[in-house]
């Protein structure tokens, strides 16, 4: 059994440290693509060690690998760091070799970053098919671009993940479109969807508040704020009586009872903010993923590097 071989076995058994020495072993015995590559990967995905993973996936790149895995790893570096162009040209160039999901939909984020949202959405389009997150990104997108009538139609097909997954996208986020759209009947309806099973938060509060008050249903605004208020007053409560200890200081306690006071003076402003011009805009960030790209993992039939290059030009 090879050095990577044992590393990824002690990884699969969650002992982390010792397996971080034998991808370092690995390096000493042969510093070539495949275990810089591995390493760097562990930095990254383990150590959150962002400058070491560049250090090592930048020696791996110069070396020109046939692989998409070291320009996976490289352009995710450069979007921990924030330099789309950098992160624009690490993933194309991984797209070149193979296209992979993750490499699409980062690059599908990173030119939202940089404001080319025509790209965006043709890339995002592309990662839809199997991911809610992507399509619902494309559809922000053709928003911002005012291509309205083929966002309302892709929106109206839109069809949620029940079940809890990370590609997931509820009915709040799909009310923040269609109240985009400048579509209230459907903002609220799907607002009204999500009301139960969502936390409260003064922002989506506040979107739905706005979305009912462009609808003239001010008895439904009123009641909506009113049990956002209860709610957090009790919030408030709950946590002035409980007692501190070394794991729940007095400062947390205090902290998280101011936090709570901001957002019950948010929902005692709301209507009147609303009445006098205020629309609360919608958040967006885009979404970044990532993958297994050690080569030899078994687990994600990920094979070994075959220790050739590509020839350059």
């Known amino acids: 059994m090879s050095t990577n071989e044992k590393a990824i076995e002690l990884y699969e058994r969650n002992e982390t440290r010792k397996s971080l020495e034998l991808f370092h072993q690995a390096v000493e015995e042969s510093r070539d693509v495949q275990s810089l590559n591995n390493l760097a990967w562990m930095y990254l995905y383990e150590e ?29 570096v450069f979007i921990k760091k924030e330099l789309w162009k950098e992160a624009e040209a690490a993933l194309k160039k991984s797209l ?14 990173v030119y939202y970053k940089l404001g080319e949202l025509e790209l965006a959405a043709k890339y995002y389009l592309q990662a839809a098919e199997n991911s809610n997150i992507a399509m619902y990104s494309h559809i922000k997108c053709l928003v911002d671009l005012g291509r309205t009538k083929e966002a309302k139609e892709k929106l109206d097909r839109f069809r949620i993940i029940d079940h809890d997954t990370d590609d997931h996208i509820g009915a709040i ?15 609220v309806r799907w607002f009204e ?41 009790r919030a408030i409560e709950e946590i002035s009586q409980e007692e501190v200890s070394e794991n729940w200081t007095q400062e947390q306690k205090n902290d998280a009872i101011d936090n709570y006071t901001k957002e019950y003076n948010y929902y005692r402003q709301l209507k009147g903010r609303i009445l006098s011009g205020y629309v609360p805009k919608l958040e967006f960030e885009p979404h970044f993923t990532g993958g297994c790209y050690l080569f030899g993992c078994k687990r994600h039939g990920n094979p070994e590097y075959q220790g050739y290059i590509r020839q350059r030009g």
Not at 100 to 107: D, G, R, V
């Open 193 to 233: 969807k999500g009301y139960n099973v969502y936390t409260y938060s003064p922002y989506w509060i506040g979107r739905f508040a706005y979305a009912l008050y462009k609808l003239d249903r001010i008895s439904r605004l009123d009641e909506v704020i009113q049990e956002a208020m209860e709610n957090t007053n």
């Open 96 to 109: 070149s070799i193979q296209p992979s999901k993750e490499a699409i939909k980062n690059l599908a984020a």
């Open 48 to 76: 959150e060690d962002v400058d070491r993973a560049f250090e090592l996936i930048k020696e791996a790149v110069e070396m020109d690998p046939a692989s998409y895995f070291p320009y996976n790893i490289l352009g995710e």
């Open 173 to 187: 986020e799909i009310a923040d479109l269609y109240l985009d759209l400048e579509y209230y009947v459907e903002a």
